[in-house]
């Protein structure tokens, strides 16, 4: 009997924690906006660093990513991240 394939694994990337509250789904009116641990504000990851994790991350078996926020689109650096991830 053949044993299935595993369905793929996919990992959330938060790369911004800054948010324009633009997104029609976003539940601002209920203040879920930028709910992001005051520890972990102003921490974020340099994007050399982010791709060295994606790079571990395919390593291990993580077969897609998907960038989030905040809002994303505010991070200069989306283009690259989005482009060594689709690389690799």
Avoid: W
């Amino acid at each position: 009997m053949l044993k299935p394939k595993p369905d793929p694994v996919f990992v959330r990337a938060s790369i911004e924690s800054r948010c324009n509250l633009t997104c029609v789904y976003c539940p601002k009116v209920s203040g879920m906006e930028n709910h992001s641990p005051e520890r972990l504000r102003g921490h974020g990851l340099a994007p050399q660093e982010y791709c060295r994790n994606l790079e571990h991350l395919a390593r291990n078996g993580i077969r897609g990513v998907s960038f989030t926020g905040g809002e994303p689109t505010l991070t200069a650096a989306l283009p690259e991240l989005v482009a060594f991830a689709a690389s690799i």
